[in-house]
């Protein structure tokens, strides 16, 4: 096992490391929820929640699996989180980065010019529909931030498909950030708002199913 999942793993979901910055920034994300649901109930648009659940469950879901890389090689996950933290929640994923999730596909949402779906064509960037033309704009940041934190030893990974390379940040790129934004599109994509919702939901379902079979294995991430 490398020495960067040791460390992962020590401490993990240990709540004597938590710190008062948390209640802030609980807050903050509450503040901007609490603020787009009567924004939806006042204009019946749900589509910022709905992006807002769909990229948050996304990313629950890639640490999950994530986790799973870890326990069969037993070497490493595809990315580990060793550095300090308030709150390490698997050996990849912190609170930090809970919270940052949990507001980012509100924030592409607002990006856009026009709620989406919407009967009108929608705006268009850099010859792409804007909603795809901020997903790959937003993937590309995110990416270029992970490797400011990988080079800063925050973010530590493990595998030479995987790195700081131009070839090595394609699958990051794409599977760690892209198809978040992808799915979003897919969920606001539905007719119905319970259509939706229900798509939105799916990566917590599978998630926690995930997660609770390697409970029951013995699994630890």
């Known amino acids: 096992m490398t020495e960067a999942s040791i460390r992962a ?131 590309a940041v995110s990416v270029a931030v992970e490797c400011v934190l990988n080079a800063g030893g925050q973010l530590v990974w493990a595998y030479p498909f995987w790195e700081r390379t131009a070839l090595g940040a394609i699958p990051i790129f794409v599977i760690g950030y892209f198809w978040f934004f992808a799915w979003a599109i897919l969920a606001l994509s539905r007719r119905s708002l319970r259509g939706r919702a229900a798509l939105a939901a799916l990566p917590y379902l599978v998630a926690t199913l995930l997660n609770v079979a390697a409970a029951l294995l013995g699994f630890r991430y």
């Not at 919270?99 to 064509?121: Q, V």
Request: aromatic share 14%; net charge neutral.
């Open 9 to 139: 793993l020590s401490g993990l979901r240990d709540l004597s490391t938590l710190q008062w910055y948390v209640i802030p920034l609980l807050a903050l994300v509450f503040y901007i929820y609490v603020t787009e649901i009567g924004r939806a109930r006042a204009t019946g648009d749900w589509g910022a929640l709905v992006a807002g659940a769909a990229v948050l469950g996304a990313d629950y879901l890639n640490e999950s699996w994530n986790g799973w890389v870890l326990a069969l090689t037993g070497r490493s996950a595809l990315w580990t989180a060793p550095g300090p933290t308030a709150l390490r929640t698997m050996v990849g994923w912190n609170i930090e980065i809970m919270f940052m999730f949990a507001i980012l596909g509100i924030i592409w949402y607002r990006s856009l010019s026009k709620p989406f779906p919407a009967s009108e064509p929608q705006g268009r960037l850099l010859g792409l529909p804007e909603t795809w033309a901020f997903a790959l704009g937003y993937s």
